[in-house]
């Protein structure tokens, strides 16, 4: 980094030692940044950067990036969006392919006439050269006006030749690449069923969007495949016995089918992975040579039946035993990555995040894509023991169409040639593939492009090898995943890389201390919250790939007091490397300073100390599910072997009871009478909603607390946090919310019109209308617009508000996590959630429809009845619950 002319590098060091010197600088009193850059791999980087007032600071970030092939293609994703007119800006892309470019093509989302007359590509048989240099007219959306029209993304997507059928081989430096990418095989029939979580947490727009990219999948499957759908809340059921196959009319029943899921209830992921390999299991007939897998979507944590993560993952191991593969996709942020990542792993599968944004069933639809053509499996990769050392993976379970496997590896001894042989087994046959490479030619390939790093293979070797060895660290027993983690990390130090086990720290001299530090968490890092500067103009941030920083994000930290002016050069340099580390690709940006907005709906902040708040376009809303056709059969008990141990652990959506301790709780008036509907109506909202610990019964409360007082809900000295909350005047519901942490010191208030946040005497106030996030000290708050918002803090349970609106708006509360709260939580929730118990007791005149729910020695009478459930997003499902009313 270079401030006022002077130029500081940057160290790799350790995590811990780098957090250290970090926490030190910041301790002086010194302003601290986060910049996150999410994107949608495993990688990402998080940007902490202190700067001094009025001084001048150019970033310089070089970086490498494996492309990944996938559905036969590289792809190359530059984010434009400069948000102003630039008087010289320029994206560069260089490709170079000894194996030949096969195809090359180029594509953006804001590319107009005018545009694209600035747009050059130029390409020959192994080269290719893109530029894209609009001038300050082309740049404009019409001559009077100042505004640009570079607000999107410019993709560059290409493929190589393949004339050789065991891959091509690049070698540097002594270090060889192995790229294998078979194409034009006999494609697998598969045996897959989708096992989806159906539970309440995925009402609205998750399950909206799992019915669509569902839809689709189904058409792409082929005649020779078989499936089959197992679903599940706190209860699994399939949708048929045994497999089907891929017929016309069996897919239209199954689209049908589709059509009618909804969403209730906890999560039993355990019985329903069971209850999927057990279909494979009794499945009779099929292919002798066919791939068995198992897709599981899931937005949540285990609630329901087995919710230990360590018992399920070693069940579900167990169950398998190496003859299927288990995909895992998580949806959203609430979802236990690391527990979906290390079944996944440990079952010859991958996980994979998908994300909640409007193209969630593109996402769904595309990893099927990816993994919908096995063409290969049980590979074996093959090469000399004697001559290479430090091998990468080299044996594979599957392989599928249109992707590719990179081997890497060191070569030890003097040789001419270095042959390679590959096994692998085919849809009619067992394949050997062999080739030979001859080491000075493929040496002499690369030693006049002056562009690629001279050892980019060598780093590349080493990414691979760190990656792979912190993946075995996932599943790996606690001695062998230190031994693992202190490999990756020396080889991290050595080759300089940020990784999830060391930081990249820039220092100033003792006399101007300052520090900036950069961390790339893991993909299961994202559910944790991060930390944001005081003063600094913050917005959210565009998705990036591993590794990518741009100037548009950087520059969100320019100091307000010097702007930086409009039609200026650039300031900050960027050279993006689309493979250096690679050999698949090259390309390099300089672009000019950005302002600090984002999207259609940006907005500058300047929130309080240690603060931040991040704006975002919100999505759609979502729509109000369709019913359709379909049948239902409950899925079989696992085998008492298999089956856990431990009773039913609270369910995920945990809400709330009332006011403070010294309240009474009474039976309700109301009385359900009459015949049981088959689906109850429901014309109301409670007022507040919570699931007992350890039990799946959810209460439902109302109180006749008077309008504009307040109301001590919830307080747990040993977790920091207390809850009270106001009634409103015109409507029998609450309006307003204030909940207090102690550490960090912030008080949020949350009414119908806002959500204000107090830290240290400085307020930030969030509005309904925009969706936003701020974080104050790792206290993370994320409003969604006009639905919910979540209070989440490490180790502490989470706080979650759901926004209704009605003629007249109102507001509902209830926790996640509340296996967090301590033994000394109190009030009348507090208590709930520490001494309370549901009981069934007939022989206390006690009709069906009622039960007993003792509260610290008390016994109160309760009522079964069907309520509005304000903790989804369609209030379509009611939600069954016992009812009480609260008095003075």
């Known amino acids: 980094m270079s401030i006022d002319g002077k130029v500081y590098p940057g160290i790799i060091k350790e995590k811990a030692s780098a957090q250290k010197q970090y926490d030190t600088a910041v301790s002086h009193g010194q302003s601290a940044g986060l910049v996150k850059i999410t994107g949608r791999k495993l990688e990402q980087f998080q940007v902490s950067v202190n700067i001094a007032a009025g001084s001048g600071v150019t970033f310089e970030l070089t970086y490498e990036e494996l492309l990944k092939r996938r559905l036969g293609k590289y792809e190359l994703l530059i984010r434009v969006r400069p948000k102003q007119l630039v008087q010289h800006f320029q994206v560069d892309v260089h490709i170079f392919e000894p194996q030949g470019i096969r195809f090359l093509e180029t594509n953006s989302t804001f590319l107009t006439n005018e545009l694209t007359e600035a747009l050059t590509k130029v390409q020959n048989e192994t080269k290719a050269h893109i530029l894209f240099k609009p001038t300050v007219d082309q740049q404009k959306i019409s001559p009077e006006l100042g505004e640009t029209l570079l607000n999107g993304d410019l993709l560059v997507r290409y493929d190589v030749r393949r004339d050789a059928t065991a891959g091509d081989i690049q070698i540097v430096n002594g270090y060889f690449v192995h790229y294998f990418a078979p194409r034009e095989m006999p494609v697998f029939p598969k045996n897959v069923i989708f096992v989806i979580d159906r539970s309440g947490s995925m009402a609205g727009r ?135 990542e290390k079944m996944a792993l440990s079952n010859g599968g991958i996980a994979r995040r998908i994300y909640e944004n409007a193209d969630a069933a593109l996402q769904l639809q595309g990893f099927y894509q990816e993994v919908a053509t096995p063409i290969l499996m049980k590979i074996e990769m093959q090469y000399p023991d004697n001559a290479i050392e430090g091998l990468t993976k080299t044996n594979f379970k599957l392989f599928f169409e249109g992707s590719e496997i990179v081997v890497s590896g060191k070569i030890r001894n003097e040789l001419d040639l270095l042959p390679v042989e590959i096994k692998a087994q085919s849809r009619t046959s067992d394949l050997t593939l062999k080739e030979e490479a001859n080491v000075k030619e493929k040496e002499q ?340 617009k006009e639905r919910s918002l979540t209070m989440s803090l490490p180790d502490t349970v989470t706080v979650k508000i759901s926004f209704i609106k009605l003629p007249d708006d109102f507001l509902g509360l209830y926790f996640l996590d509340t296996n967090h709260f301590s033994d000394n939580v109190s009030g009348v929730l507090g208590q709930l959630y520490s001494k309370a118990q549901l009981e069934n007791k007939p022989s206390v005149d006690q009709r069906d429809d009622e039960r007993l729910l003792s509260v610290s020695g008390s016994e109160h009478r309760v009522t079964r009845q069907y309520k509005k459930d304000y903790r989804l997003e369609a209030a379509s499902d009611p939600v069954s619950c016992w009812s009480l009313h609260l008095t003075s």
């Open 206 to 340: 998750k399950i909206e969007q799992t019915r669509e990219a569902l839809l689709k999948i189904l058409q792409d499957l082929r005649s020779e495949d078989r499936f089959g759908f197992i679903t599940f809340s706190s209860k699994v059921a399939e949708w048929r016995s045994s497999l089907l196959e891929a017929t016309k009319e069996n897919v239209e029943s199954a689209a049908a089918f589709v059509q009618t899921l909804t969403a209730s209830g906890g999560t039993d992921i355990h019985r329903a992975l069971l209850a999927a390999v057990g279909t494979l299991q009794r499945a009779e007939e099929l292919p002798e040579r066919s791939v068995s897998m198992i897709i599981l979507l899931t937005d949540g944590q285990p609630t329901s039946g087995e919710t230990n993560v360590e018992v399920i993952q070693e069940n579900i191991q167990k169950a398998i035993s190496g003859k299927y593969a288990l995909f895992c996709l998580g949806f959203g942020f609430d979802v236990s990555y690391k527990f979906l």
């Open 445 to 784: 390939v690369f030693q006049n492009q002056s562009y690629i790093f001279g050892n980019f293979i060598e780093r590349l070797w080493a990414y691979l090898t760190i990656q792979q060895l912190l993946e075995k660290s996932i599943s790996a027993q606690e001695d062998q995943q230190k031994a693992l983690e202190a490999q990756a990390l020396e080889l991290s130090l050595r080759y300089g890389f940020v990784t999830p086990l060391t930081s990249l720290l820039v220092t100033k001299p003792s006399e101007q201390p300052q520090a900036e530090l950069v961390n790339k968490p893991t993909e299961a890092d994202n559910e944790k919250s991060s930390s944001f500067p005081a003063g600094a103009s913050v917005r959210k941030l565009s998705s990036r790939p591993f590794g990518k920083i741009y100037e548009d994000d950087l520059d969100t930290y320019k100091r307000s007091s010097a702007p930086l002016p409009k039609n200026s050069l650039a300031t900050s340099r960027i050279q993006v490397g689309d493979d250096l580390v690679v050999a698949r690709s090259h390309a390099w940006w300089r672009g000019p300073p950005k302002l600090p907005s984002n999207g259609p709906r940006a907005a500058r902040i300047t929130p309080e100390p240690g603060a931040s708040v991040a704006w975002h376009a919100a999505p759609a809303a979502a729509k109000d599910p369709k019913g359709g056709a379909g049948a239902w059969r409950e899925a079989p008990e696992p085998p008492a072997s298999a089956r856990c141990c431990e009773p039913f652990v609270a369910g995920r959506w945990r809400a709330l009871l009332l006011p403070g301790s010294n309240k009474k709780l009474l039976s309700p008036v109301v009385r359900t009478t009459g015949q049981t509907r088959s689906q109850p109506l429901a014309n109301e909202y409670p007022q507040l909603l919570l699931q007992l610990p350890a039990q799946n019964e959810t209460i439902c409360l109302n109180t006749d607390g008077q309008a504009q007082s307040s109301v001590d809900l919830l307080s747990d000295p040993e977790q920091g946090i207390s809850v009270t909350g106001n009634l409103g005047d015109k409507m029998n519901h609450f309006v307003q919310f204030r909940i207090t942490y102690v550490n960090p010191s912030v008080q949020i208030h949350v009414s119908t019109d806002a959500v204000v946040v107090r830290h240290n005497d400085e307020t930030t106030r969030l509005p309904w209308t925009e969706s936003a996030t701020s974080a104050v000290q790792g206290l993370r708050l994320s409003v969604e």
